[in-house]
């Protein structure tokens, strides 16, 4: 077996492979997106075990932020498991950047576990549902609204340019994308917190969140400004489509020590898409 990193010529055998592993609609079942996560070394890279008949069996993907390659969308057929292909597929991806993940399930969790990586806080998600709301319910604050945000159009980073993403830039500054499926409005960089909260009241947002790792300060001031962990709330983190109380529950981990300053972003690895964000 052959372990490679991955171009978009394999784009046929990626195909079929992704169609066997992941469920119908995934992300990863569309070329673009694949190019958008894949096919630019500075953003990400694909790396893939290839057996004798030159099928894909095996498949590990990175994304790069904040100077770390973060580990997603790892899946090996049975043949691969137990001889060393992840660890090769690991060590392609070291090349770039120390490894580091973001695990939202026992498998995960475990996979990491049994390689000894460091786990550190859970990522918190923050929500803050609009005040006129007095008695909020699930039926009530994730309702499809027609919102227009086309005048804060906003695709300057590689993480808006992310195709199906509807980003905005609201005029005091914070960058979030618009959901508006579910009234909901996620914030990616906020920059003043009440203010943002208000623009995007008087947009007709029922809600809006913002999720990073436990050691943001900036969850201290949002607390004092009356945000709530999703638990608290109405508002699950599935949303696409809508899962009732289910909430974000998502463990950081890295192989080798982080500084302690270290912060999770939401663009970093996939736990601010997969189960929240939308993909056309």
Same mark, same amino acid.
């Given at each position: ?15 079929? !492979? ?8 995934? =992300? ?28 894909? %069996?095996?498949? %590990? ?61 859970? $990522?918190?998600?923050? %929500?803050?549902?609009? =005040? ?10 994730? %309702? ?25 830039? $609201? ?33 007709? !947002? ?15 001031? $949002? ?17 696409? =489509? ?15 020590? $982080? ?18 964000? =939308?993909?056309?």
């Amino acid at each position: 077996m052959i372990t490679r990193e991955a171009t978009i010529e394999d784009w046929d055998a990626l195909l079929y !492979f992704f169609k066997k592993v992941y469920r119908a609609n995934h =992300p990863l079942h569309n070329k673009a997106f694949w190019i958008w996560q894949y096919g630019d070394k500075q953003y990400g890279r694909s790396f893939i075990c290839v057996n004798e008949k030159g099928n894909i %069996v095996g498949h %590990v993907g990175a994304n790069f932020g904040g100077n770390v390659a973060w580990i997603i969308n790892v899946y090996l057929d049975e043949e691969c498991r137990g001889k060393g292909i992840l660890g090769k597929l690991y060590a392609l991806a070291r090349q770039y950047y120390p490894l580091a993940a973001t695990a939202a399930n026992k498998a995960g969790l475990g996979l990491y576990q049994n390689m000894r990586w460091i786990r550190y806080y859970d $990522l918190v998600r923050f %929500v803050k549902i609009n =005040p006129k709301i007095s008695n909020p319910t699930l039926a009530e604050v994730c %309702v499809s609204t027609t919102i227009d945000t086309s005048h804060l159009s906003y695709n300057k980073t590689h993480y808006f340019q992310q195709p199906g993403l509807k980003g905005i830039q $609201l005029l005091e500054g914070s960058t979030a994308v618009s959901q508006p499926e579910v009234s909901g409005l996620r914030m990616v960089d906020i920059n003043n917190i009440q203010e943002a909260a208000q623009e995007a009241w008087d947009l007709g !947002f029922n809600w809006i969140d913002y999720i990073t790792s436990w050691n943001d300060l900036k969850t201290r001031q $949002l607390e004092n400004l009356g945000w709530q962990i999703d638990s608290q709330t109405v508002v699950p983190w599935r949303l696409n =489509p809508v899962v009732k109380d289910y909430f974000c529950n998502i463990s950081f981990l890295s192989e080798n020590p $982080l500084d302690n300053n270290f912060i999770v972003h939401r663009s970093y690895s996939d736990h601010g898409r997969i189960g929240s964000l =939308p993909i056309e």
